[in-house]
């Protein structure tokens, strides 16, 4: 009643995403006490834009990890034969996800938050700096703040575009092994017509071309992968 997968059992997937939701719980919780304790202080440096970036990217990526093991046992779960194991597994699974989902709307009220902290932090330089008649304060706190969300966009902007990717080549083997089952049939229909081997070639060459628009497609990917790397190093 266990159904296998390239991951593991549908248990090893299981035991692996609620010891992810652990950490991930633990990390979201000491970034919201790290947040309290900035808010509680009383100096106005308390709030410095990027401390917490490396952490909250830990945690999304973690959460995305989480995500997609539930989308592996969703998928392994409906191979169970057993009713009654399927519905559990099921359950569990949805609970994971349900879970999954509730630490990213956490983290996304976290960064709502944390923004609109630096942004108040931003201002009072701001005044600061005009009743001092000096906008170097100001000047650095831009730099870093600007410099910090352009790390996060651009590290979200990779994630995404590699989520992209995959999913395009996922979508075209798909795809292609559909057109390889309707070119066995179609091969198959042309040797009982006894059709010259003419069209036959003109089929294979048609499938090299075919294999070449895959090979374009992976390589373009790998470019616009490797391209987005190199700008947020």
């Not at 266990?2 to 991930?24: D, N, P, Q, W």
């Not at 995305?64 to 169970?80: V, Y």
């Not at 597994?89 to 944390?114: G, P």
């Amino acid at each position: 009643m266990e159904a296998e997968g390239g991951g593991g059992t549908l248990s090893e997937l299981y035991s692996s995403s609620k010891r992810l939701l652990l950490r991930t719980r633990d990390a979201l919780e000491r970034l919201e006490r790290l947040e309290y304790s900035a808010s509680s202080s009383s100096s106005s440096n308390a709030v410095i834009p990027g401390a917490s970036d490396d952490q909250s990217t830990a945690i999304r990526r973690d959460i995305n990890q989480i995500q997609s093991l539930c989308a592996d046992m969703d998928r392994h779960w409906r191979s169970i034969a057993a009713k009654s194991q399927r519905d559990l597994w099921k359950r569990k699974v949805e609970q994971v996800s349900e879970e999954a989902e509730s630490l990213r709307a956490s983290l996304d009220r976290y960064l709502s938050r944390h923004q609109k902290q630096i942004q108040e932090a931003q201002e009072r330089a701001e005044l600061l700096g005009r009743a001092n008649g000096d906008s170097h304060i100001l000047r650095i706190f831009d730099e870093e703040a600007q410099a910090s969300e352009s790390v996060r966009r651009s590290s979200q902007l990779l994630e995404d575009t590699f989520a992209t990717g995959v999913a395009i080549l996922s979508k075209y083997s798909e795809q292609r092994e559909h057109l390889k089952r309707a070119q066995r049939k179609a091969l198959d229909v042309l040797n009982n017509l006894g059709l010259s081997n003419s069209l036959l070639r003109l089929i294979e060459r048609r499938n090299r071309v075919d294999k070449w628009i895959k090979y374009a497609g992976m390589a373009f990917t790998a470019v616009i992968i490797f391209f987005f790397w190199r700008w947020t190093r």
